[in-house]
């Protein structure tokens, strides 16, 4: 008589059927070689990265530890707290299923998003003891970027020892000055961290924000990092492509108004592929119509539209309602952001904001436009907590509010968002004495009204 099958293990028979029957193109081979070619292969809204990523899904069910490091990378790239959340889950079975080296990523991603670590350093200390910290270089640079997230675990001694054994070991894609640095700034040794960091700044993306943070916390960081950038300058088309379009945003923040230093950065990430980069160009000749042609950035719109179609649409009800170009059209930018939102796009939600805080539909409507960006601050989105920020500082119908404004940004800040730091760097200095007294009030508040078990 046949033996039958628990339920679980005939679903691991499921799946292992699944797996062996798939197409000898299929497999993780073939999705690490289409996403070698394409980083965007998995996020592109085609039939094609749909199969791939159902079939990367069906691979990590299976209980293949690469599947699910390689869905945590996917994920992470996405970028809403819900689906960091889902990357964190991946990271955490492929440590599990006996993958060490996720931590390094898993760590990593998490800096994306400063308000997720307080609630993963648990699992995280917890986790540290379960595999040999220094048996390999693998190991070594996997625990450095733990410590680079996570860092009252470690002793100096075992900081020293991990730097050193990585310097040595390092052959290619050093990290070596981006972890110099870190020690050193942890260590409060400025100089020399500075020094680190404006190297590794040259190095990765991750060095280059290191950098930029800790220009943040003096004045002068607009200065500063453009007089950085201009040294860079015979050298840009040796720079890795994620640091051009990263100078090139960091850039962006910089200049509300406008400058060929932004453009001439932006351009060069396009020409190296970075897709990110032709999206902050867009959103760079939306904000300064002046110095941009209309039929320019629509042409780049539709550009865009061919793999981020959602993201297309967005920038189109931008388009519609920018008032310089004379091509106005808020209702049909209002219905496009109507349908968006009901097809659960966050976005949506802060460009209808920005419609009523512009007087797009009629007179300009803060506290409308207020509400619109609360609705998905709620659910943990970094720029609708900035876009009232920007509100309160600017003060146009409504009061000037430095306090509240700048705890609004630090909440940004905290959720990822790019632009918050050069905004608390630059609104800093105006907080006269009582509203850096009111801070923690306003910082208390903000954690009530948006608990971080409601993002998503």
């Not at 054994?165 to 110099?180: I, K, N, V």
């Not at 590794?200 to 993306?205: E, G, K, N, P, V």
């Not at 200049?255 to 230093?261: I, K, W």
């Not at 850096?436 to 998503?456: G, T």
Request: charged share 25%.
């Amino acid at each position: 008589m046949a033996r039958r099958l628990a339920p679980r293990q005939s679903a691991r028979l499921v799946l292992m059927l699944a797996v062996l029957s798939a197409p000898a193109s299929a497999g993780l081979p073939a999705l690490r070689d289409a996403l070698a070619q394409d980083r965007e292969y998995l996020r592109a809204d085609t039939s094609e990265s749909k199969a791939a990523m159902q079939e990367l899904t069906t691979l990590a069910e299976f209980g293949l530890a690469e599947a699910h490091v390689m869905l945590a990378a996917e994920y992470a790239r996405r970028n809403t707290w819900q689906d960091l959340e889902a990357a964190s889950t991946h990271y955490q079975l492929a440590f599990e299923g006996g993958y060490s080296l996720a931590l390094g990523d898993y760590a990593r991603m998490l800096m994306k998003r400063p308000a997720m670590i307080e609630t993963k350093a648990a699992w995280f200390k917890s986790a540290l003891p379960q595999y040999p910290w220094f048996a390999s270089f693998s190991s070594v640079r996997n625990t450095l970027d733990v410590y680079a997230t996570f860092p009252e675990p470690f002793s100096e001694q075992a900081v020293d020892r991990l730097h050193d054994l990585y310097m040595r070991g390092c052959l290619e894609d050093c990290q070596g000055d981006y972890y110099r640095g870190l020690i050193a700034d942890r260590r409060n040794l400025l100089d020399e961290a500075e020094q680190a960091y404006a190297s590794a700044a040259q190095q990765s993306l991750r060095g280059l924000s290191a950098y930029f943070e800790f220009l943040g916390r003096s004045e002068g960081l607009k200065e500063r990092f453009e007089s950085f950038v201009q040294e860079l300058e015979p050298e840009a088309e040796t720079l890795p492509s994620e640091v051009v379009a990263g100078i090139g945003q960091r850039l962006q923040t910089l200049n509300e108004s406008f400058s060929p230093l932004v453009v001439q950065w932006l351009d060069r990430a396009i020409a190296m592929g970075e897709s990110e980069a032709l999206l902050s160009r867009i959103e760079y000749m939306l904000a300064l119509p002046e110095a941009f042609s209309y039929d320019d950035t629509a042409a780049l719109i539709e550009q865009v539209r061919q793999t981020h179609p959602v993201r297309a649409d967005l920038l189109k009800a931008t388009l519609m309602t920018t008032l310089a170009w004379n091509r106005l059209d808020p209702e049909s930018a209002r219905d496009l952001l109507e349908q968006l939102k009901a097809a659960g796009s966050d976005e949506a939600w802060v460009g209808m904001g920005d419609l009523y805080s512009m007087g797009g539909l009629d007179e300009v409507d803060q506290y409308a436009a207020i509400r619109e960006y609360e609705a998905v601050a709620a659910r943990g989105n970094g720029a609708a907590f900035q876009k009232i920020a920007q509100i309160y500082r600017q003060g146009r119908s409504i009061c000037i509010d430095h306090a509240r404004a700048f705890a609004y940004a630090e909440f940004a800040q905290q959720l990822g968002e790019a632009k918050a730091s050069v905004f608390i760097a630059e609104l800093r200095p105006k907080l006269d004495d009582a509203a850096v007294a009111s801070l923690d009030s306003l910082r208390a508040e903000l954690k009530e009204r948006f608990p971080s078990r409601h993002f998503r």
